[in-house]
């Protein structure tokens, strides 16, 4: 309630308290503890000033590339990125802040719960710049649509997030070769569209198959209703009401047709549902 009234500036300054509070949980007794700070962002981490300085340009570069796959995303207050020298304290990260284990080949994700936005990520000083920014582009989209409405489902802003990175930084990101060769697995073992939606999955499953789900929304034929649905979600409207009247039936069928399809044999799949 207080986030929902709260302007830009009185949700960035709670952020930055918060931020700090969940970086002492994780490098209490740490040598340094740097900041740097943009209009977008707050970079944060037991770093050396320079890669944060690098942090914070990727991230730039990096929402860039949000706004354009977005479409001008209504994101409020600043976001968060929580920069990690070691992948030991990014794993750290998630089990003492988020209470979970992260998969060993992940290097960063996103976390959103209205008062608080942000990224956290592995970046060393030996790491490249247009690395760094393929780390950030999933994790960024992927808030960007979460902060479209209180209700938008993981499933949702995880696929966007991973389809945007990679359709512009795969190159630079090797984890989206894992994601494609792990997606037809991770579709056998769905037993219902429903599952996904509903959150009955392993999380690293639901991940991927909101991958593959979100890859066919975006499709050249579905983008216009998943821009449609973008620009309808900030008005407060409720998630499932918007999705159903843009594609024209429930989150859940639409997950249960393209499970279906994708297990059909190549030659005998019709496509996915066509929106409205």
Not at 254 to 273: C, D, F, H, I, Q
Request: net charge neutral; glycine share 6%; with cysteine.
């Amino acid at each position: 309630a207080w986030a929902k009234g709260a302007s830009d500036e009185e949700l960035s300054q709670r952020r930055e308290a918060l931020a700090a509070d969940n970086l002492q949980l994780v490098t209490a007794g740490a040598r340094r503890v740097e900041i740097d700070s943009s209009e977008r962002f707050f970079v944060i981490g037991d770093s050396d000033r320079d890669t944060l300085a690098r942090v914070t340009a990727a991230a730039k570069k990096a929402w860039d590339k949000v706004e354009t796959f977005v479409k001008q995303p209504a994101a409020r207050g600043k976001i968060t990125i929580f920069v990690m020298p070691r992948r030991y304290d990014y794993s750290e990260f998630a089990r003492m802040v988020e209470g979970r284990s992260v998969p060993s080949d992940w290097q960063s994700h996103w976390g959103y719960d209205i008062t608080d936005a942000y990224v956290c990520l592995v970046a060393t000083s030996t790491d490249r710049p247009d690395t760094i920014e393929a780390r950030l582009v999933a994790p960024l989209t992927s808030l960007a649509v979460a902060m479209q409405g209180a209700e938008v489902p993981r499933w949702f802003a995880e696929g966007t997030g991973r389809v945007a990175a990679a359709r512009t930084v795969a190159r630079a990101l090797p984890s989206v070769d894992n994601w494609n060769r792990s997606l037809p697995e991770a579709i056998v073992a769905m037993r219902s569209g429903e599952a996904l939606i509903k959150h009955q999955l392993p999380p690293e499953q639901a991940d991927l198959v909101a991958y593959g789900l979100m890859n066919e929304m975006l499709s050249r034929t579905q983008r216009k209703a998943f821009d449609h649905l973008i620009r309808v979600l900030p008005q407060g409207l409720a998630f499932d009401a918007v999705f159903e009247s843009t594609f024209g039936i429930p989150p859940a069928d639409y997950a249960e047709r393209y499970r279906v399809s994708r297990l059909l044999p190549s030659a005998s799949r019709k496509g996915s549902p066509a929106p409205r």
